[in-house]
């Protein structure tokens, strides 16, 4: 149980277009997901919090025109990068907090999409 | 504020070898503590899980045990294998707070 997916695995994509990416809770809903962004050789970099139904807290540096994030429902989160430049090239990881997540506080990750702009 | 120092890598170690990796943290109450582990081109995958002092976290032979006193859960295996190279990161999640805050992450190399 408590599988995080993520669509695209990667992607291409020129400079100056969007690009959306999914997370999807498989088999439980996510009262909170998060999502990360990861430098190569780097750690993970928490740019926002979302609760579904409603918006998206975003951490302090964090462009939230540039990266907009929707919780539409509570198995669906997607963040859409704007504008897409070669330096929001990365590895952009999402989670999920499950309401059974309890004292651990757990989240589940997803796999990951890696971003390449041109 | 709260943070999480984890020792500095690469960890270069021979296969069947004793490992340690340190990690530290700073935080008000009393925070659950994970390590999580990456393998390449891939998200990560928790490989341990403590929330109270003296709770040993234990999986696929590795173990850490949440220690208050020394505010440190530091990850060991007595024989590792090639296949657990791959980086790891210990992380914190605060009472009150759903976000982690991750260490720098530690590359280990396991060499055949």
């Known amino acids: 149980g408590a599988v995080v997916s993520q669509h695209p695995s990667w992607v291409i994509c020129k400079s100056g277009t969007s690009v959306k990416i999914e997370c999807r809770s498989l088999?439980?809903?996510?009262?909170?997901m998060f999502w990360y962004r990861q430098f190569p050789k780097q750690s993970l970099m928490l740019m926002a919090t979302?609760?579904?139904?409603?918006?998206?807290?975003?951490e302090q540096g964090v462009e939230k025109d540039k990266f907009l994030i929707n919780h539409a429902s509570l198995t669906l989160s997607t963040l859409t990068v704007t504008s897409a430049h070669p330096e929001d090239s990365s590895f952009y990881i999402c989670?999920?907090?499950?309401?059974?997540?309890?004292?651990?506080?757990?989240?589940?990750f997803g796999p990951g999409t890696r971003l390449t702009v041109l | 504020g709260n943070s999480v120092t984890q020792m500095e890598g690469p960890v270069t170690l021979s296969e069947e070898a004793f490992l340690t990796i340190n990690c530290t943290y700073t935080?008000?109450?009393?925070?659950?503590l994970f390590w999580y582990v990456q393998y390449p081109g891939e998200g990560l995958q928790l490989l341990l899980k403590?929330?109270?002092?003296?709770d040993k976290g234990s999986n696929k032979g590795f173990e850490a045990t949440y220690r208050k006193e020394t505010t440190s859960f530091h990850l060991e295996k007595g024989s590792v294998q090639v296949s657990d190279s791959a980086v790891y990161f210990c992380?914190?999640?605060?009472?009150?707070?759903?976000?982690?805050?991750f260490g720098t992450g530690t590359r280990l190399k396991v060499l055949a």
């Open positions: 989670s999920a907090r499950a309401p059974t997540s309890g004292v651990y506080n757990e989240q589940f």
């Open positions: 088999d439980f809903q996510a009262t909170t």
């Open positions: 979302s609760n579904e139904g409603s918006k998206a807290t975003y």
């Open positions: 935080a008000t109450g009393y925070p659950s």
């Open positions: 403590a929330t109270k002092a003296d």
């Open positions: 992380a914190l999640s605060t009472e009150g707070t759903y976000k982690y805050i």
